[in-house]
């Protein structure tokens, strides 16, 4: 029988993918090049948001270069991994990079314009209206994840690349109305984007729990490829819906706690704003009440 790779082996499978290299290189120079820029021009870029955009893109690239780029060609529960990293980890910590609005503290006037025009173009806000974001989320996940086209893309790389380009753009459209960390044309209210995030949990927890308790594997081109060294077809599959269920319920979990901790300090704000406004009429109202005083109790 086939023994199962060891450590080395395993370590030993990284893909050189040009496209993805390329993109990874674009934004390890144009990134940090743009944060050191920001505090000459006035708008230091905080350090906490450059930290999560480089980790957002680190694990991006492990889902696309790493080993389980080349065992997830081979065993589901490792296509699935990657999933999990491309469209649930890496999109939401590169987004709270807040990458658009540190373009914006760097660019001049003119590219400030150009940079305005494209986010409020009526395309760009047609593809994130949150309703978009959501439907284009759940088709695009369930097309790739849970159709033939897992098999197929697993065998043609040109394919692959396409899945998980397509998989990265929903995920960062999926997460941007959630977090908002760049400037955006439509901005949900705090209610509503935990509302968004609650039914995306459940639809992923529905098809979850479906594909989980089926009997048969769904994906006949793994279970007719797996080596031998592989679980059986059916664990294989097992194994994956739970590498989805429960690391993006975990991811799930976190935003939901976020979003709930973001609105209580949004109230507090508002609170705050509030009762410094009432403090300055009620000062204002003092002052003429004494000024008024005054008018009327001089002496003739």
Known sequence: MERAPGVAEILSHWSWDLPWLGLG???????????????????????????????????????????IEHYGNVLLWANFTGFLFITMIAPP????????????RVAGPA??????????NRAVAAITFPVVTWLGFAVVTYAWQFTALTGEAASNVFLRDLQQATLLLAGLL?????????????????????????????HKALFGGMFLGMSTAMHERFAANAPAWAPAAITDQRMAILVLWLGGNL???????ALVLGWVRYEQRNQHRTDWRLRLQR??????????????????
């Open 283 to 300: 000062e204002a109202a003092e002052r003429r009440r004494k000024a008024l005083e005054q008018v009327f109790t001089r002496p003739v």
């Open 25 to 67: 290189a674009l934004a390890a120079g144009a990134y940090p090049q743009a944060w050191s820029r920001a505090p000459r021009r006035g708008t230091p870029h905080p350090a906490w948001r450059a930290s999560m955009f480089v980790a957002g893109v680190t694990v991006m690239l492990l889902a696309v270069l790493s080993p």
């Open 93 to 104: 910590l590169i987004l709270l990079g807040a990458p658009l609005t540190l373009a914006f």
């Open 174 to 202: 999926f997460w941007s109305p959630v977090l908002a960390a760049d400037p955006l044309r439509w901005r949900m209210p705090y209610p509503l984007r935990a509302l968004y995030v609650a039914v995306e949990m459940a």
């Open 111 to 120: 590219r400030r314009r150009l940079l305005r025009g494209a986010y409020r």
């Open 251 to 257: 991811v799930f979990v976190s935003a939901l706690a």
